[in-house]
């Protein structure tokens, strides 16, 4: 009984590899990830590891200014009468 269970699972995932074609997919090029340590002040032990690639570094970058800009286009909502 086990033994007809998993020639059936090896079947159900061998055989749709055999019909695609034994090519492996092909991956975009993998990044570098560079990683870098942002210590944290008054602390010797509390350091924390980023490891990002570039795409990601940027589209942080990107984020971070998005929200910068979205805060300094805000108008206050609570203006004094000489505004």
């Known amino acids: 009984m086990k033994l007809t269970a998993i020639a059936a699972a090896i079947a ?7 019909v695609q074609g034994a090519q492996a997919p092909t991956k975009a090029p993998a990044q570098k990830r ?4 942002t210590q944290t002040i008054g602390s010797r032990v509390n350091n924390v590891r980023r490891c990002r690639t570039a795409d990601e570094r940027e589209q942080e970058k990107q984020e971070a200014r998005q929200v910068v800009d979205r805060v300094q ?5 609570m203006c004094p009468p000489n505004c």
């Open 12 to 18: 159900v995932i061998v055989v749709p590899i055999a």
């Open 34 to 37: 560079v990683c870098t340590v």
């Open 73 to 77: 286009n805000m108008k206050p909502t």
